[in-house]
């Protein structure tokens, strides 16, 4: 696939969504419209080689990711479906909770908890009908249940070429041994089949 460059305006949306951060990157969970009308509410919308440092291979040779092109989006919001960004950045600093994947409890403000699983991407939730994102109080990671889960949502990523400042001042450097890209591969064809989109 062609990675383009972001547009001033693409950048300039981009830019209004607070990121989360792992390791080795940081995460912007948007909300994307396409130029055929379309609205993908979970979309990370990344620089190339800060995606390829983390991930290791283009989405469009991995079977189990899903993309979208920069040229095709028209604007960028946050998504209404992302953890805000302190939350998802304490399941980031624990790391997974085994090869690939991580197990999380969402504390919901009525007293109701979802045990979720996902792979190393956490940022978008799923959440019980009529309850949104501002519905949850706190994230527990590691104390989902590992059999009894709702899995993540899927996702597509959305890379372009171009300089974005990093928001976060610790971001380990491009030497960095990252989670996804140290996978084995049989490791990534169980997570592919698990969520589809790891």
């Known amino acids: 696939m062609t990675v383009n460059e972001i547009s001033d305006i693409q950048k300039e949306q981009l830019l209004k969504v607070m990121p989360s951060k792992d390791w080795t990157m940081e995460y912007r969970p948007c909300q994307v419209t396409l130029k055929n009308g379309d609205t993908l509410d979970n979309v990370y919308v990344q620089e190339q080689q800060s995606y390829l440092k983390t991930w290791g291979v283009m989405p469009d040779v991995d079977a189990g990711k899903r993309y979208v092109l920069i040229e ?45 699983c996902t ?20 994230v527990l990671p590691h104390q989902a249940s590992r059999e009894n889960f709702v899995k993540g949502p899927e996702y597509y990523w959305c890379l372009f070429k171009g300089d974005i400042p990093k928001t976060y001042k610790d971001n380990k450097d491009e030497k960095s041994n990252a989670t996804n890209s140290s996978l084995p591969k049989a490791g990534r064809t169980w997570l592919q089949k698990l969520f589809g989109s790891e």
């Open 72 to 116: 095709d989006v028209t604007e960028i919001k946050e998504s209404p479906n992302r953890l805000r960004p302190d939350l998802a950045n304490k399941i980031y600093e624990v790391g997974e909770s085994g090869m690939g994947y991580c197990l999380y409890k969402l504390v919901l403000d009525n007293g109701q908890t979802v045990d979720v």
């Open 119 to 138: 792979g190393n991407a956490v940022d978008f939730v799923p959440l019980p009908n009529g309850l949104t994102t501002k519905d949850i109080k706190d």
